[in-house]
């Protein structure tokens, strides 16, 4: 049998968890604890395609596929530093609310695209709402989580 490496496609099923064991991502339809529908997870479901070595997905799963066989399983836990980065205080910042657009009324939690200073576009997440100030955070809402991922080989094609 084939074993999968560098360079090579392949589909595999996964599902990844956080270290509490919600689930924030999976190719599986029915899994139990997760609500997401399709169009809410930024995929289908099924078996997810990608190129080894191409930096398609996680990079430590891509390493990790490399020699499986179909059907294979394996369990991987991926820090920070290889997903989403490590959550930076820094990166949180207040804006007046008098700059803030009218027709918007923030709540903590909400995401926003906002631009910045050239013109570039970056997601940002309301963090507090005051009556002179709302805080933005820019990291990721991920950032600093570790993320462990069941995944399966199945198919190398």
């Known amino acids: 049998m084939a074993l999968a490496k560098q360079g090579d496609k392949v589909t595999i ?3 990844g968890k956080l270290a509490d064991g919600s689930i924030i991502d999976t190719t599986y339809p029915d899994t139990e604890g997760h609500d997401c529908v399709d169009d809410e997870c930024g995929h289908e479901y099924g078996p997810f395609g990608l190129i080894l070595g191409a930096e398609e997905f996680y990079v ?3 390493e990790a596929l490399i020699g499986m066989i179909p ?3 394996k369990t991987l836990t991926i ?5 989403f980065g490590e959550y930076d205080p820094e990166n949180v910042f207040s804006v007046p609310r008098s700059d803030f657009p009218e027709d918007i009324d923030p709540i903590v939690g909400m995401g926003l695209e906002v631009s910045g200073e ?3 576009e970056y997601m940002v997440t309301v963090v507090e709402v005051s009556d002179e100030t709302i805080s933005l955070d820019t990291n990721h809402p991920l950032a600093g989580e570790e993320l462990t991922y ?3 080989l199945v198919e190398i094609l």
């Not at 820090?79 to 997903?83: I, K, N, Q, S, Y």
């Open 150 to 152: 069941e995944f399966e």
């Open 118 to 120: 050239e013109d570039e």
């Open 79 to 83: 820090t920070p530093d290889a997903a």
């Open 71 to 73: 059907g294979e399983k």
């Open 13 to 15: 099923n996964f599902t």
């Open 60 to 62: 430590p799963i891509e």
